[in-house]
């Protein structure tokens, strides 16, 4: 069962980070309202039209858990053959945390679509799919 009632204002940044150089537990530290801080470089990936990031519950037989899923798309490639956390910073200049270092990771889907012969570019569809306790994370860039 799965109830999507939130959405992020307008994003103006999204970045990715490989999830073995995030700060153990930041999800425990984002449960109970300790500041989380992302300590690493992000790469930034620089996207095309207007990315979605919703946020919503879902329910199993251990609980509520929070459900969010990312989609934008891009001219880059995000490599996924190893765990990515992705950080989302929305019009207010509010970023996010979507990933841990601990599992579960984000799960990330990749849609190539080939521009017309016309001239269109190509461009990455990813849709990244995060399901935990707490899967937004507010949080700090300290290192860019």
Request: aromatic share 8%.
């Amino acid at each position: 069962m799965k109830n999507k009632n939130q959405s992020l204002p307008g994003i103006k940044y999204i970045g990715f980070v490989e999830t073995e150089r995030l700060s153990p537990n930041v999800m425990l530290k984002g449960i109970c309202g300790a500041p989380v801080g992302v300590y690493v470089d992000v790469t930034p990936l620089a996207f095309v039209g207007t990315p979605e990031c919703t946020i919503g519950d879902e329910y199993d037989s251990h609980g509520r858990l929070q459900a969010v899923e990312l989609k934008f798309a891009t001219n880059e490639f995000v490599p996924t053959t190893t765990p990515v956390a992705f950080v989302v910073t929305d019009v207010n200049g509010q970023s996010y945390l979507i990933g841990a270092q601990e599992p579960p990771h984000p799960v990330v889907k990749l849609t190539v679509n080939f521009g017309s012969p016309k001239g269109d570019s190509s461009v990455n569809t990813y849709e990244v799919k995060y399901v935990a306790i707490k899967a937004l994370l507010q949080c700090s860039v300290v290192a860019e």
